[in-house]
């Protein structure tokens, strides 16, 4: 099936920096990603929706100056979590639409854990 | 406001015995409702979904779903389970596959010998 990748698996870093996470699509094109935050022991909640050449579309709630979403082709969309801080900290999944008519699918990436100290 | 309800937050099952997992949902129109698996240091994997037409889906990995609409159910079923089943399990439900998704908390299921 189709696969979608996500880089880096893992991050650390301290507070007041920003981090980069990178959402791939690999043997697909993606018009369509989704970016989801995952607190432990919780469930996924939606962050915001990433249109390839125009902006995000936000959560209620979600700080879009502080998750920048940028979705510069349509394989990749990057998730920037500007100034982070410890509250920043969780595990963020992105996921990727393949379009394929009747058969259209949301294929889910890894997952970035992202520590903040 | 659609929302997804999964009412056992952990399960232990013995390995060879069925399960079930319950998801109850609400939701303003017709539903999409998919059912996704959560192992460590893995991505979800979609299971199974439901769209329309049978009420009784077969997914992947030997479990299947039944939609019951007067019910607002979508419960996931695996006759005899294996230790690699131990994971968590998401039920999820949205305005078609290609749309953002409303997620259950999530049933963490534990397989014991």
């Known amino acids: 099936g189709a696969v979608v990748s996500q880089h880096p698996s893992w991050v650390i870093c301290k507070s007041g920096t920003s981090v980069k996470i990178e959402c791939r699509s690999l043997d697909f094109q993606a018009t369509t990603m989704f970016w989801y935050r995952q607190f432990p022991k919780q469930s996924l909640m939606l962050m915001a929706t990433?249109?390839?050449?125009?902006?995000?579309?936000?959560e209620q709630g979600v700080e879009k100056d502080k998750f920048l979403i940028n979705h510069a082709s349509l394989t990749l969309s990057t998730l920037t979590v500007t100034s982070a801080h410890p509250e920043d900290s969780s595990f963020y999944i992105c996921?990727?639409?393949?379009?394929?008519?009747?058969?259209?699918?949301?294929?889910f990436g890894p997952g970035t854990r992202l520590t903040v100290l | 406001a659609q929302s997804v309800t999964q009412p056992d937050i952990h399960i232990t099952v013995s390995e060879g015995a069925s399960l079930e997992l319950r998801c109850n949902y609400s939701y303003g129109a017709t539903p999409y409702l998919f059912w996704y698996v959560q192992s460590p240091g893995q991505g979800l994997q979609l299971l199974l979904k439901?769209?329309?037409?049978?009420?009784l889906v077969q997914g992947i990995k030997g479990f299947e779903a039944e939609f019951k609409r007067s019910q607002s159910s979508f419960n996931l079923r695996k006759p005899s389970v294996h230790w690699s089943d131990a994971a968590e399990y998401f039920c999820?439900?949205?305005?078609?596959?290609?749309?953002?998704?409303?997620f259950g908390a999530g049933t963490q299921v534990v397989v014991t010998p």
């Open positions: 999820a439900v949205g305005a078609g596959s290609w749309g953002k998704l409303q």
């Open positions: 996921s990727a639409i393949h379009l394929a008519g009747l058969t259209d699918t949301q294929y």
């Open positions: 439901y769209f329309s037409g049978d009420t």
């Open positions: 990433s249109n390839e050449g125009s902006k995000a579309t936000y």
